[in-house]
């Protein structure tokens, strides 16, 4: 089926319009008219082949909300009409211990990503959502509970939201309990939302005094300017669990030295090169851990998006049409983005 899309033919070109075939439904696929699609820092390396392995041409795009209009015969779980997500995932290998445990994010056999993944359908790789229809297995396809005039901030719960939401629960963040999220962007205000709205007292850290407002709408009880060590060392040796959303190489040690004894500071984002060696005695002493967790696995970011519609928790985005999509990248870049570029599939007709 032709389908009107947006991506980048080479490394070093714009994106641009382009069309691309997807398949007609299988027995167990669900066909979907993409509404919205959010743009992640991923898009922008993939199509720029920062992190090797682009297959051009690619059309990115792993935030995905819109309308079912098509199932295959075996499809039970859903119906033409319904709102539907598509996250970072489209397949999994479904026989390793991970996919049994619904971790289809950690697959032993790897998983199939929304686009530049393997696929058996034509050109050999995936195409994600900055195009008008996606199809896609049913057992990767989110029900979206929202109403339909929030669909659009929903669209970065498939990425932003699930992969905050992911250690959060797994470290346990609840009343009770102090947690630290550092970098106040696409990942981190979603952070701060999630933290605040399962309970836990919430410091948000940034290095920029101008933020300090935003972090305190957003919900967080305290805010730290991290240049300032004055700031830093009234929270010694306090926090359960820090979220560490920073994708560019820092010193880790300024965040593992406010960590209780067994405390964890969680790593979401990837920097292009390496975080300097941590201390590794600041650890030792205090049974402290450096971690790191990946996106989540299916029924983990179905509970994740019931939890925020539940609650009302959106994304704070800006709209974009498809076509400014260089425009958004660059400011990206230069974060200037509160806090999420979102498509309006629209505009691709």
């Not at 919430?202 to 009880?221: C, H, Y």
């Not at 990946?294 to 009302?312: K, N, S, V, Y």
């Amino acid at each position: 089926m032709n389908t009107k899309a947006y991506g980048a033919p080479a490394g070093d070109k714009p994106l641009e319009p382009m069309d691309i075939q997807r398949r007609a439904p299988g027995a167990r696929d669900v066909q979907i008219e993409i509404k919205y699609c959010g743009v992640c820092h991923s898009d922008l390396h993939t199509v720029r082949a920062e992190w090797g392995g682009t297959q051009f041409p690619c059309v990115p795009g792993h935030e995905i909300v819109g309308h079912v209009t098509a199932v295959g015969s075996d499809v039970k779980s859903y119906k033409v009409g319904d709102t539907v997500g598509v996250g970072c995932l489209v397949d999994s290998c479904q026989r390793c211990a991970s996919c049994a445990e619904g971790l289809e994010q950690y697959c032993e056999n790897g998983f199939v990503g929304t686009y530049n993944g393997p696929t058996d359908d034509p050109p050999g790789y995936t195409f994600g959502g900055y195009s008008q229809r996606i199809v896609v297995d049913e057992k990767f396809v989110l029900k979206i509970r929202h109403p339909e005039d929030q669909l659009a901030a929903v669209a970065p719960l498939l990425c932003a939201g699930i992969t905050t939401y992911s250690p959060l629960r797994h470290w346990k963040a609840g009343p009770g309990k102090k947690v630290g999220v550092v970098g106040i962007g696409g990942l981190g205000h979603m952070g701060i939302k999630l933290s605040h709205a399962m309970g836990a007292h919430t410091v948000a850290f940034t290095t920029s005094e101008g933020k300090r407002q935003d972090a305190l709408d957003l919900g967080a009880d305290e805010v730290v300017i991290s240049k300032d060590p004055a700031q830093m060392a009234k929270h010694a040796g306090s926090f359960d669990f820090i979220l560490n959303t920073v994708a560019a190489p820092h010193d880790l040690d300024a965040f593992t030295a406010l960590l209780k004894r067994d405390g964890t500071m969680c790593l979401v984002g990837a920097p292009p090169t390496p975080h300097p060696s941590p201390n590794v005695a600041v650890l030792i002493f205090g049974r402290k851990a450096i971690a790191g967790s990946l996106i989540g696995g299916l029924p983990e970011t179905q509970e994740m998006l019931d939890f925020c519609a539940e609650r009302g928790i959106v994304s704070d985005i800006e709209m974009i049409k498809v076509q400014d999509i260089d425009h958004a990248y660059e400011r990206m870049l230069k974060s200037d983005v509160k806090y999420r570029f979102v498509i309006d599939s629209a505009t691709l007709a």
